[in-house]
């Protein structure tokens, strides 16, 4: 069995590259009516991946939510136990009942007595305490289970709203699309090179993608390192201090890192960031920014603004799903403990993140 899957996986491959060259070539030099229908097919298989991933994401919610909604019953049943208990012993100090029990203690004959009895005090007033510290773990128990039934409602809402969107996206796209092979005059050879560009992006594209953003999410975890070395890489004026990373150098570390880097390259322009290479019949290019996040810690995070496969610009929803797999972003803190980041910004050829000190 594993024998014969693998032979067909070989078999698919080597299709794969036999049509690929013809696709690429037709997508390069392809009239723009053809370019515009081939990146619409792109983008419905690509944002009906996002609807998938939205409903999963829905389903797990939904019981998430489910469970939630049990231990909430359950736990408040347990806290009107507990709150009829806590009542009993508040009331108790309130109507001076435990005064009563201290008298007992002080009233002792001996100091036998007086111990066996403030033995017994202790046992009463531990059992009291216990019994209130059980309702006030319950209440904050209760009260964290009620705010995350509000959180997975709320965002079982959006995801509803989410997926209504991209699925009324994909209808309009859908339209548009076979509007324009329709009177494209040769239907029948532009819907070959929409199945064989499906084909070889979610067999081979896909996974070249994340193979360059999987080594830049690796390569940026060495960059605090990489920058202390630097002569000049750290500025200090007063309690400022500047990082500053050329283009030049960062394309000389990156390719230290991997060498599928060899035939990449960033570029930094005024407010903005792009990278770029082509490695056999593969042709991406990625354009974004750095912006400063101090959620969940104080980063600098990259943005997927563009991103460009053959030729062809991929939807916001693979820039997104890029995002949330690979961490393309540094954290300065780990260049300097004492310091966080408050700005960054690009200019032609050099990246500045500039750190004050955090008390």
Not at 39 to 62: F, M, N, P, T, W
Not at 346 to 354: I, N
Request: glycine share 4%.
């Amino acid at each position: 069995m594993k024998r014969q899957y693998g032979i067909a996986v070989f078999l698919l491959c080597i299709v794969l590259f036999i049509q690929l060259p013809s696709t690429y070539a037709y997508v390069e030099s392809s009239p723009e009516g053809t370019r515009e229908i081939l990146q619409k097919s792109l983008s419905i298989v690509e944002i009906d991946h996002e609807i998938e991933r939205i409903a999963d994401r829905q389903k797990q919610l939904a019981q998430q939510h489910q469970t939630l909604s049990i231990q909430l019953m359950e736990q408040e049943e347990q806290i009107h136990t507990q709150q009829d208990r806590a009542g009993a012993v508040v009331r108790s100090y309130y109507t001076g009942e435990r005064d009563s029990l201290l008298m007992t203690v002080l009233g002792a004959r001996s100091w036998k007595d007086l111990f066996v009895l403030y033995d017994y005090y202790q046992i009463i007033i531990g059992r009291d305490q216990a019994v209130l510290d059980k309702y006030q773990d319950h209440y904050h128990s209760l009260q964290q289970t009620s705010t995350q039934i509000r959180q997975t409602t709320a965002e079982l809402s959006e995801m509803k709203t989410n997926l209504q969107n991209q699925r009324e996206r994909v209808v309009g796209l859908q339209k548009e699309m076979d509007e324009q092979v329709a009177t494209s005059g040769d239907a029948a050879a532009i819907q070959k090179l929409m199945d064989e560009l499906t084909l070889y992006w979610e067999n081979i594209g896909i996974y070249e993608v994340k193979r360059y953003f999987k080594a830049l999410a690796s390569a940026m975890q060495n960059l605090p390192d990489f920058i202390q070395k630097q002569n000049g890489g750290i500025s200090t004026t007063g309690t400022t201090y500047t990082i500053r990373i050329g283009q030049d150098e960062l394309n000389a570390f990156l390719r230290s890192q991997n060498s599928i880097f060899e035939d990449f390259a960033f570029q930094f322009n005024e407010d903005k960031i792009t990278a770029s290479g082509q490695r056999d019949q593969l042709q991406l290019s990625i354009e974004g920014h750095y912006t400063v996040e101090n959620e969940p810690q104080n980063s600098i995070r990259f943005h997927v603004d563009k991103l460009v496969f053959n030729q062809l610009e991929l939807p916001d929803t693979t820039r997104r799903m890029l995002e949330r797999e690979f961490d393309l972003g540094f954290y300065p803190q780990k260049i300097l403990s004492f310091v966080k980041a408050t700005d960054v910004s690009t200019s032609e050829g050099v990246l500045e993140v500039q750190l004050a000190i955090s008390f």
